[in-house]
C-alpha cells in the first residue's frame, strides 16, 4: 500500500480546491462593504471560478457543485432562487464543452471569451430578476457591474492560476 495519509490528505486538497475557492468567492462577493452601491456593483467572483475552472479543470468542480454554489449565492444575496444556480450551471457547461479551445491559447483569448460570456450572463441575470421583483430592473447598473467582471477577471484568474500551480505541487 503505497498511498500515505499525507498523499491522500493532498489529494484532497488538491481536489478540493477549485470548489473551496468558489465558496470563498461566494462569500466574498456578497459580504457587505463600507461604500454606497457595494452590494448592486459587486462583480460575482465565483463566476469567475466557474469560468476559469470550467476550463482547466471541470473534473474538479462538477456541476453538482456549481448548482450548489449557485444556490448558496442566490439565498445569501436575496436573490431569485435557483437564478445564479442555472448560470453557474450553464456556465460550467459551455466552458467545459469549449476547454478545447482555450487549452493553450494566450490569455486575452480566455478573456475575450469571459468578456463574451459575462454580457449574456448579466442580461439572463437582469431578465429573470425583472421578472422576480416584477419590474424592470435598472440596466445601468447591471451594464456597470458586468464591465466590472468583465474587468476584474484577469486579476482573479492569475490568482486561480496560480493556486492551480501552487496545489499541483503539493
Sequence with gaps: MSDSVGDRLSQIARNGTPGLLALVLVLLSIAPYNFPGSAQLMPPLALMAIFHWGIYRPDLLPGPLAFILGLLQDI???????????????????????????????????????????????????ILGSFYVGAFANPG??????????????????????TRRIVGRI
Excluded at 456597470?144 to 477577471?153: D, N, P, R
Aim: no cysteine; aromatic share 20%.
Design 76 to 126: 445569501l444575496s436575496g436573490g431569485p432562487l435557483g437564478m445564479w444556480a442555472l448560470v453557474f450551471l450553464l456556465v460550467l457547461f459551455v466552458m467545459a464543452s469549449q476547454r478545447r479551445f482555450f487549452l493553450g491559447k494566450k490569455f486575452v483569448v480566455e478573456w475575450l471569451g469571459f468578456a463574451l460570456v459575462t454580457p449574456v450572463v448579466f442580461f439572463a441575470i437582469w
Design 141 to 162: 447598473t447591471v451594464l456597470v457591474q458586468a464591465l466590472l467582471t468583465a474587468a476584474f477577471y484577469p486579476v482573479m484568474s492569475w490568482f486561480m492560476s496560480a
